[in-house]
């Protein structure tokens, strides 16, 4: 918590974007960012393109089932005020987190949806990685899907990026790693019989066949945080906010995948 | 040595840089002793002459705990001459041959701390537990391997030529 004000102190908007000057003229000429799903095997991909076979349809359908249940003391739905998700939520997840401009920080896809439910709805809070979350967010995702990724357009948040990557790059926990030596130093390289990918959250929720389940990109980067023997981020913290903040930010211009399917 | 970054606070890059100065300095020939035990070891030139223990290693034992990815973790970024395990990292070199390319005392301190020779390794320290972030509680002060573990490796590892 204090590191993270001590980084947004000491970073520069001109950083930020330099940075964002870097990653466009980067995507101009050789672009070299792959998904995870570029080197998946060919069933796991099948399984992902195709919402029959996907196994996060069947949250995409529960969460399309709670878009129009009444809900709270307000006995509002989500469709009472924000209409046809196919319309009103199309792009949106794809440009999470955002600034919040309330709370002068970046809210994620969940604790957003979690605000509506507690202050419109007036319901109490989804528990993190509950089914009923994970399905709002994999359904308001599913409207994004194979639009690009643009999070981090807002100057506001240059400095949270910034503090994301710091976290990316800093080494952690018993193994003495960082996210970077994998993600960025060895990507493509393997790591026992595991691929390392280039970690874009293009696609969360995931469906991972090693969980059995849909879960969130803060389960996933827990996962990372287990791997390397260190010390996880807490739910909702400002790292683990800022580190999603910075991933998304890396991918700007990758197609949305959610809901997606991974080994 | 003992470099405690206990604070994440301080873990910024001009803390880094003097880090890996130190290290840089210790490479040199510096001899250091590790913030491992009051017995900590001497490293002189990137090697540990003493052993660790008084029993000698073993190098059955030392092979297990190669071959073992959740003990020795060796071969999630290393290959290695140990044709059962079918699934072995690419990110490091391959260890066959290593008893031929490295003295046992230059294997020790590899083991101990690959820091001491390779600032910027990648490779986990094995037998020190100063200078870490963000350790996990349940792992916290502990060393990757014990001091016998990591003498097992070593009379393993010799046998590599």
Redesign the interface.
């Known amino acids: 918590m ?2 993270i004000d ?2 947004l102190r ?1 970073v520069s908007t001109s950083g930020f974007v330099l940075m964002l000057v870097l990653l466009d003229s980067l995507s101009a000429t050789t672009d070299t960012r792959r998904s995870t799903y570029d080197d998946m095997s060919r069933d796991i991909r099948a399984m992902q393109d195709d919402d029959m076979a996907n196994p996060a349809s069947l949250w995409v359908n529960d969460g399309a089932a709670l878009w129009s249940q009444p809900a709270g003391a307000a006995q509002m739905s989500c469709a009472d005020c924000h209409g046809d998700a196919a319309t009103s939520m199309k792009g949106v997840a794809a440009r999470y987190p955002v600034f919040d401009a309330a709370r002068g920080k970046p809210v994620g896809l969940e604790a957003r949806i979690n605000h509506c439910r507690k202050t419109r709805q007036q319901a109490p809070a989804f528990a993190p990685e509950s089914r009923d979350l994970l399905a709002l967010t994999a359904f308001v995702g599913r409207q994004s899907r194979g639009l690009p990724i643009t999070t981090g357009d807002d100057p506001r948040l240059a400095p949270f990026v910034e503090a994301g990557r710091m976290i990316f790059e ?8 960082s996210c970077a ?1 994998c993600h960025d ?2 990507a493509g ?5 595991a691929l390392i990918p280039q970690a874009h959250p293009t696609g969360y929720p995931i469906y991972r066949l090693e969980w059995q389940s849909l879960g969130s990109l803060a389960r996933r980067l827990r996962n990372c ?2 791997g390397m ?4 981020y807490a739910t909702g913290s400002d790292e683990i906010v800022a580190l999603e903040l910075f991933l998304m930010a890396r991918a700007r211009g990758m197609a949305t995948e959610t809901p997606a399917v991974r080994p | 040595m003992r470099v405690q970054r206990s604070n994440p606070a301080l873990s910024s890059r001009p803390l880094d840089c003097f880090v890996a100065s130190l290290l840089a300095m210790t490479a040199i020939g510096v001899a250091v002793t590790l913030g491992v035990a009051d017995d900590a070891p001497t490293i002189a030139n990137g090697a540990i002459t003493t052993p660790l223990t008084a029993t000698p290693g073993d190098p059955v034992r030392g092979r297990k705990i190669v071959a073992n990815r959740q003990v020795g973790l060796c071969l999630l970024c290393h290959t290695a001459p140990i044709a059962e395990e079918r699934f072995q990292g690419d990110l490091a070199p391959d260890l066959a041959g290593a008893g031929a390319r490295w003295s046992e005392a230059e294997l020790r301190a590899r083991v101990v701390d690959a820091r001491i020779s390779n600032p910027s390794t990648i490779m986990p320290p094995y037998g020190a537990t100063g200078d870490l972030t963000r350790v996990a509680a349940a792992f916290h002060g502990k060393q990757l391997l014990s001091p016998q573990e990591i003498e097992d490796v070593v009379a393993y590892l010799v046998t590599l030529k």
């Open positions: 204090r590191s001590i980084v000491c800093r080494r952690q926990g018993q193994l003495n790693l030596i130093h060895n390289k393997r790591l026992a019989s945080m287990a023997r260190a010390a996880p």
